[in-house]
């Protein structure tokens, strides 16, 4: 069974910075796709940034462009997700994602995804 566990979240002021860390623990790091997602209350799971595993190609929402760095390290089987210049409407519970089927529905829906983490709680507040 995978198992996703989601670390690194907290409080800090506008301007500041986080890094996420997800660990996925399975035989081999390898293959499909990982996912941030965050989802504030009362509003939709939003796609943040995904990564191809193999290729290590990534991909932004247009809404963390040039802010929000993903990352892996494959020896730590390890996806990071580095916040860079938080805004209060980053403030949301941020879940990691495993993907391992074709993404039919691509790679920005909740849809697309195998495995989830338990969420780590973001909150951007002066």
């Known amino acids: 069974q995978v198992q996703l566990v989601e670390s690194g979240g907290g409080s800090v002021q506008p301007g500041g910075s986080l890094r996420l860390s997800c660990v996925v623990s399975?035989?081999?790091?390898?293959?499909?796709?990982m996912g941030w997602f965050r989802q504030a209350p009362g509003k939709e799971r939003e796609g943040v940034a995904r990564?191809?595993?193999?290729?290590?190609?990534?991909y932004y929402a247009d809404s963390v462009k040039g802010r929000f760095t993903i990352s892996q390290d494959n020896a730590k089987k390890t996806v990071y997700l580095q916040m860079n210049s938080l805004k209060p409407e980053d403030t949301a519970m941020y879940y990691c994602?495993?993907?391992?089927?074709?993404?039919?529905?691509?790679?920005?829906?909740?849809?697309?995804?195998?495995?989830w983490g338990q969420g780590t709680q973001v909150t951007v507040s002066s």
């Open positions: 994602a495993l993907g391992r089927q074709s993404p039919y529905y691509g790679l920005g829906s909740t849809a697309s995804y195998n495995y």
């Open positions: 399975e035989y081999t790091y390898s293959g499909g796709y």
């Open positions: 990564i191809l595993r193999n290729a290590g190609s990534t």
